[in-house]
């Protein structure tokens, strides 16, 4: 699956508990899950988080897509990491118990990719 058809997928999927005692992504199997979010998602050099950047015309704006984004967190119980400026919003997703990547990040990002 490629393409749109693989961001959909992925979007339309539920997160799954993680408590710990499983194994971060491997590079390679994050690399891959990147491919079928938005282009400007971009995986740091560690293979330990994803992060994307957004920018936005005001101040309202920006906290109507932070919003968004907690109704996505709460609704998934995965949670990100925000910075929020004025017309700014950095997102960054990592499995805090593992340290590291799982399927929950890429599906929520996928999910932030549609707002």
Request: hydrophobic content about 40%; overall charge neutral; proline content about 3%.
């Amino acid at each position: 699956m490629s393409g749109r058809g693989a961001a959909d997928e992925l979007a339309g999927r539920k997160c799954v508990p993680c408590e710990g005692g499983v194994e971060p992504l491997s590079r390679p199997q994050a690399e891959a899950l990147l491919a079928r979010l938005h282009r400007d998602w971009a995986l740091d050099d560690e293979a330990k988080s994803i992060v994307r950047s957004f920018r936005f015309r005001d101040f309202f704006r920006t906290m109507s897509f932070v919003n968004a984004i907690a109704h996505v967190a709460n609704t998934e119980d995965h949670h990100p990491d925000l910075e929020v400026g004025y017309d700014h919003c950095r997102v960054r997703y990592r499995t805090h118990s593992i340290r590291g990547l799982s399927v929950n990040d890429f599906i929520c990002a996928a999910k932030i990719d549609r707002l």
